[in-house]
């Protein structure tokens, strides 16, 4: 999903089935307590250094939720980085995407898979 202003990409926001996008962080971890696969991955977001803080990614993983829905929906996993509970992060590490963001589109902490990353899940009605 990308983010155009104008003419200008200035985002994204990755996303595909588990075949598309095998290759997440902390793969081990994740598949030792894995039950269930989700239908859908966000993999990575991404907002241009002068764009950030303006809501870009927020937009970008919304348009992907709806991309998903209109798809078949089914479960969403996301893979973000844990934000409270610890000093403040510089964007550039949160390639994942920040938790804080996740739970506000109604993403839950599934299980946590390195010190500060968590598997986060929701339903997407299609
Ligand atoms: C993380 C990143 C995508 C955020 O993009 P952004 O467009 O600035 O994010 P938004 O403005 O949409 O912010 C949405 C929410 O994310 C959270 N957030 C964003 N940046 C954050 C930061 N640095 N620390 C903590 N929370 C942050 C906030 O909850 C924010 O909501 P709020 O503004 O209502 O408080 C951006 O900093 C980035 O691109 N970092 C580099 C990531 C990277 O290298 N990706 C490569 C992927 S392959």
């Known amino acids: 999903m ?3 202003e104008g003419d ?10 588990p075949a598309e996008l095998p290759n997440i962080k902390n793969v081990k971890a994740y598949e030792k307590d894995v ?5 859908w ?4 977001i991404f907002t241009t250094g002068r764009q950030r803080g303006r809501g870009v990614a927020r937009a970008a993983v919304d348009a992907a939720l709806h991309e998903i829905a ?12 844990q ?9 550039a ?4 995407g920040p938790e804080t963001l996740f739970a506000d589109l109604g993403f839950t902490r599934d299980r946590r898979i390195a010190k500060w990353r968590w598997v986060m899940r929701r339903t997407v009605v299609p």
């Open 2 to 4: 990308l983010v155009y």
């Open 35 to 39: 039950t269930e696969l989700p239908a």
């Open 8 to 17: 200008a990409c200035i985002g994204w926001c990755q996303f595909g089935s």
């Open 70 to 81: 209109a798809a078949g929906g089914g479960i969403v996993e996301a893979y973000p980085e």
């Open 93 to 96: 590490y949160f390639h994942t």
């Open 41 to 44: 991955r966000i993999g990575c």
């Open 83 to 91: 934000v409270d509970g610890r000093a403040p992060q510089r964007g």
